[in-house]
């Protein structure tokens, strides 16, 4: 089956620092990527996705670019601020024949910035 | 904001009773989704529904069940809870079922079971 595996949290950096959070899959055929951002006390939402390979998924400084070589979504930033604080989940999905199948999580990574 | 509401947002039942929890897709979403997050862990895969009817299973027993209504919203009902069924239940929509169409997600139901 499909499954997604990101590197283990929590994750504490300093504000201001380089951040890369790994994220590799496994799955038959060809899915569309996607990070999503759990911050405290609140649902998931939608980061940035990539539906098709070298597609660079981005928004609010955030980059993934969707690997089919080495089967990596690896999130990074280049300056994290104390507000990026939360837990990132790397997501996938495929398409069958009936349509788009339920997304497949990884376990989450928890990101701490510190002033 | 993401026009994805969730009904109650806290609730607690007792082992062996049964829940139903609510979901309001946002506006012209025709498919609905589940997902149970359990405490430090990613939201697991209950199913979908497209249209009324269901579209896609995870792994859950069949005393998970759901139902989609004409104005696309929806419900999870579960059956002979158990302990570990305390969760965040999260109801996510999205506009037909292209796995590259945006999946909105709600804020969730947390469910304790005692």
């Known amino acids: 089956g499909n499954s997604v595996t990101q590197m283990e949290g929590p994750v504490t950096l300093s504000e201001e620092a380089f951040l890369t959070i790994n994220c590799t899959y496994t799955a038959t055929g060809y899915p569309s990527l996607f990070w999503y951002v759990q911050y405290p006390g609140e649902g998931l939402q939608l980061l940035l996705k990539?539906?098709?390979?070298?597609d660079k998924g981005s928004n609010k400084g955030f980059e993934a670019t969707y690997r089919k070589e080495t089967t990596s979504f690896h999130l990074e930033k280049g300056s994290v601020q104390v507000s990026d604080s939360a837990v990132y989940f790397c997501?996938?999905?495929?398409?069958?024949?009936?349509?788009?199948?339920?997304?497949?999580f990884g376990k989450g990574t928890h990101l701490i910035i510190q002033p | 904001e993401t026009g994805v509401t969730q009904s109650p947002t806290h609730l607690i039942k007792t082992r062996g009773q049964q829940v139903t929890l609510r979901c309001s897709s946002q506006?012209?979403?025709?498919?609905v989704s589940w997902y149970q997050q359990a405490l430090g862990q990613g939201p697991q895969f209950i199913f979908q529904y497209y249209r009324e009817e269901e579209n896609g299973r995870g792994n859950f027993p069949p005393r998970f069940s759901g139902l989609q209504f004409p104005n696309y919203s929806s419900e999870l009902n579960v059956n002979a809870l158990e302990l570990d069924d305390s969760a965040l239940y999260l109801c996510a929509s999205s506009l037909e079922r292209s796995s590259g169409n945006t999946i909105y997600f709600g804020e969730g139901s947390w469910l304790t079971v005692v």
């Open positions: 506006s012209g979403h025709n498919t």
């Open positions: 997501a996938l999905t495929m398409y069958s024949g009936g349509g788009a199948d339920g997304l497949t």
């Open positions: 990539a539906t098709k390979a070298d």
